[in-house]
């Protein structure tokens, strides 16, 4: 027969041990450096939880200046930059917090940062409600890979 102390040890063990396997499974889960949105091997869509930034201000000094896909800079528009999707993609990003959403297009290439997936304008990032935070983990599901021809602006005009 055990005794009350005994079995109060045991149960405290089974407590210590499911802990430290959780948090063993959680920091392993945080240990990737880089979630792709899509499979280049398979081309397959997927959905990711991703470290995502945001940039530029309305009348701030990137406002107009041309992209890397050669358009304009407009902050108010729903776009990304990203590094590898080609220009045109589209993305839903959502924010898991308020549960709010916004459809984006791949027009630039960045971020520049490592630990970041994803770079979105201020207009994308102000209507999913994360200007006060500036870095976040978004819920990112490619909607299209297609590829955009976006003919550049010519600075003289």
Known sequence: MYSLRHLQLKNLQVKYSFCFVLSVFLLSSCSSNHIPIISKETNVKHEALVKVS?????????????????????PELHTAAH???????????????????????????????????????????????????????????LLSKDKLKIKPQNKSS
């Open 54 to 74: 945001y940039y530029g201000i309305p009348g701030g000094p990137l406002h107009n200046k041309l992209t890397a896909s050669g358009e304009p800079f407009d």
């Open 83 to 141: 590094r590898d999707l080609p220009f045109g993609s589209i993305l839903k990003v959502q924010n898991p917090k308020n549960r709010s959403w916004v459809i984006v297009r791949v027009n630039d290439r960045g971020p520049g940062i490592n630990g970041r997936e994803l770079d979105l304008s201020y207009g994308a990032a102000k209507a999913l409600g994360i200007l006060n935070e500036g870095i976040c983990s978004l819920k990112v599901v």
